[in-house]
């Protein structure tokens, strides 16, 4: 009997990646591409897996988030990272490409396998029928993202999207954030940071004189702020007041370590201002700036924000990004396999799915291709320990609060913490990912014949 040919939707890495696992399992699989058909504002070439933005997929030492997940991926047979390595330039510390010849001999590689239908054509809707894999990224075209607005239910698919910095937990300083919702209202859920009318004076003005980024051309026609989702910037340079009125009111927060300031006696101590950080993920190892969205270069970013007190060795996980994009509400939509809820045959991956990066990405093509493909053989469809970067990115977009969720890279804020605490940051990554790469080998070596080389 012929087996059932899958359909992938998108020629970035994820739909590279995930189309490659798939055909190396011995399913046949129609990989759809738009370009030359139709071109990208981002892209410039018509090859597969176009690096856009940069010729780099972070960090190399495996001690980092990023290059734990370069190692997880290798384990796994990634052919993007396989020709990453092929095609490596000198880049210091990180993995970078010659993204020309990178993209050149996937493009071949895909084209020639046997397996492998390499279509240049607009796919402008979900196929109703059969296995398919989006992997569209964030500017897929205008045709499918209605459709899949439609099949979702969600009412906006592409818009100009605002995230803010995202901080590790353990980073910040509690001698000075205080927890405390306002009013006290509910849980104390926010780490709030207080600063004095110096302190925010001095914030202020540095933000105010900060460096933006410069947006791509294509982002500069749409890049049309709502008053709602205003970069924190713009509204500092409004006054020297208009963020005391918005994100860093004062008003109903109180640290009770040092007494109720409600009292009157007490009024005087009252924080001039304050920044709150809300919790991002379950065990509270990361937290998320609030209302702190911003066009500013990630080096000024860095500098600004750690003028904040409690924050003056704060570590970022993700800067604020402010661009263009399409992504869906994972953590509605999506089952820790990739699979839609709604739709078991119809999987997702790539940033579509709310993840970060080029590694992530590639991470999320292949388990969207494996499962694609284990779904047509009849296979037990997997998710991977939450252990390993990969199975905590995907636990992550599948499980966060589908009200607050944007997109995340990979990082050792989302993996479950260590059984003994360990001050030591680089002793700590390096335990992570010594248990990270000890349960993929043992995972894999369960599921797959033969185990990993």
């Known amino acids: 009997m012929e087996k059932q040919r899958i359909q992938v939707i998108g020629g970035g890495l994820a739909g590279t990646e995930a189309a490659w696992q798939i055909a190396q399992a011995g399913v046949p699989v129609v990989l759809h591409e738009m370009r030359p058909a139709r071109l990208s504002p981002a892209h410039h070439t018509a090859e597969l897996a176009e690096l856009v933005c940069s010729n780099s997929f972070g960090a190399q030492s495996s001690d980092r988030a990023a290059g734990l997940l370069h190692a997880e991926l290798r384990r796994l047979g ?25 993209s050149q001999e996937l493009t071949e590689t ?20 059969g296995i398919v894999v989006l992997a569209t990224g964030p500017l897929t075209s205008p045709e499918l993202a209605e459709d899949l607005r439609r099949f979702t239910g969600m009412e906006y698919m592409s818009f100009f999207d605002a995230a803010s910095p995202i901080v590790v937990g353990e980073s910040i300083n509690r001698d000075i954030a205080f927890l405390a919702s306002r009013y006290d209202k509910g849980d104390a859920a926010y780490l709030n940071c207080p600063m004095n009318r110096e302190q925010y004076l001095h914030f202020w003005q540095e933000l105010c004189k900060a460096q933006q980024a410069e947006l791509k051309d294509f982002e500069r026609e749409t890049a049309k702020f709502f008053e709602a989702c205003l970069p924190i910037e713009e509204l500092a340079r409004r006054g020297e007041d208009t963020m005391r009125y918005g ?85 509605e939509l999506l089952q ?4 839609f809820k709604k739709r078991p045959t119809l999987l997702a991956a790539g940033q ?17 291709g494996t499962n694609a493909a284990r779904l047509a053989l009849g296979k037990e469809l997997l998710t991977l320990p939450p252990t390993t970067m990969m199975g905590a990115l995907f636990e992550f977009i599948s499980s966060a609060s589908p009200k607050h969720f944007q997109p995340m890279p990979p990082n050792f804020g989302i993996l479950p913490e260590l059984p003994v605490r360990i001050r030591n940051k680089q002793e700590r990554y390096g335990v992570y990912r010594d248990r990270a790469l000890g349960e993929l080998d043992a ?11």
């Open 110 to 129: 895909l084209a020639n396998h046997p397996l492998i239908e390499l279509r240049r054509d607009v796919v402008p809707e979900i196929p109703p029928e």
């Open 247 to 331: 994100p860093v009111k004062p008003v109903g927060l109180f640290d009770a370590r040092k007494g109720d300031f409600r009292a009157p006696e007490n009024q005087s101590q009252r924080p001039y201002a304050v920044v709150q950080l809300r919790q991002e993920d379950k065990a509270g190892q990361l937290w998320n700036m609030v209302g702190f969205q911003t066009n500013l270069r990630w080096s000024e970013q860095k500098r600004v924000f750690q003028l904040i007190p409690g924050l003056e060795n704060a570590e970022f996980v993700r800067f604020g990004v402010m661009h263009r994009n399409t992504f869906i509400n994972a953590p």
């Open 443 to 453: 995972w894999y070596a369960q599921f797959f014949t033969p185990a990993i080389a």
């Open 78 to 102: 990634s052919i993007i990272i396989r020709k990453a390595d092929q095609h490596a330039v000198p880049a210091g510390g990180a993995l970078a490409v010659d993204r020309g010849v990178f």
């Open 336 to 339: 820790p396999s990739l699979q």
């Open 352 to 368: 579509l799915i709310g993840t970060e990066g080029y590694t992530a990405a590639s991470a999320g093509g292949w388990l969207a």
